[in-house]
């Protein structure tokens, strides 16, 4: 069956960086994009980017571009999630879900990361 | 970016009654319009994708109409279970979008 399965929660100074990752297991990796949405404490969803699997293409969200990069590493089927320069508004759980497979057909998160909780705190 | 507005914020309705949902686009989406259900402490689930197809397991109960700038998720008799925050997501144009959300409660 599909899974995707995130690394543990992390507590940050503000200013430092996050690395996320996302181990998918139960498909082919290469088939399906990856996006990264995350949810402040009792807030909404908010879309952080997506990444090609298949040829490592990333799209981020204007409010995070400049500290974000999301990368894949095929060989293990995970993809990352890393962001830099953190403050306290970046706190939140950060999910992985699986996505279309190219750009025209992303937005479609079909399966989806346990949550990563990061918080961000002098 | 597309502005997605859920109504009403809060529905309070009982087992066995029609839950009906709306999500308002700030500018058309054709049916590129997704739903999703978040129960506490759990990741989203993907109910309707393209505005009006069930994804897999998902209950016939479901169900999603809508196109352009208007959308309804139905949910036809509500299960114990359906209690739970919904979500509509544009996939129309980057940035992706959510709506703030609707939370249905007993």
């Known amino acids: 069956q599909v899974q995707l399965v995130q690394s543990g929660a992390e507590v940050k100074k503000p200013g430092a960086s996050v690395k996320v990752s996302c181990k998918a297991s139960?498909?082919?990796?290469?088939?399906?994009?990856i996006s990264w949405v995350r949810q402040a404490p009792g807030q909404g969803l908010e879309w952080m980017g997506w990444?090609?699997?298949?040829?490592?293409?990333?799209k981020y969200a204007q409010k995070v571009h400049g500290r974000i990069t999301m990368t894949t590493d095929t060989s293990t089927s995970t993809a990352y999630m890393e962001l830099r320069s953190l403050r306290s508004d970046d706190t939140a759980i950060y999910y992985c879900?699986?996505?279309?497979?190219?750009?025209?057909?992303?937005?479609?998160?079909?399966?989806w990361g346990q949550g990563t909780l990061v918080t961000v705190s002098s | 970016e597309i502005v997605l507005t859920q109504s009403p914020a809060t529905l309070s309705l009982s087992p066995g009654e029609r839950a009906t949902l709306s999500c308002r686009a700030s500018?058309?989406?054709?049916?590129?319009l997704v739903w999703y259900q978040q129960k506490p402490g759990q990741a989203p689930r993907l109910l309707i994708y393209?505005?009006?197809n069930r994804a897999t397991g998902i209950p016939a109960r479901f169900s999603g109409s809508g196109s352009g700038t208007d959308f309804t998720l139905t949910i036809s008799s509500l299960e114990p279970e359906d209690f739970a925050v919904y979500f509509c997501?544009?996939?129309?144009?980057?940035?992706?979008?959510f709506g703030q959300g609707t939370r249905l409660e007993i």
């Open positions: 879900a699986r996505d279309g497979s190219d750009s025209a057909a992303a937005g479609n998160f079909d399966y």
């Open positions: 500018q058309s989406v054709g049916s590129y």
């Open positions: 990444i090609s699997t298949y040829n490592g293409n990333a």
């Open positions: 997501q544009q996939r129309s144009n980057w940035p992706i979008t």
């Open positions: 139960g498909y082919t990796f290469p088939s399906y994009g």
């Open positions: 393209d505005a009006s």
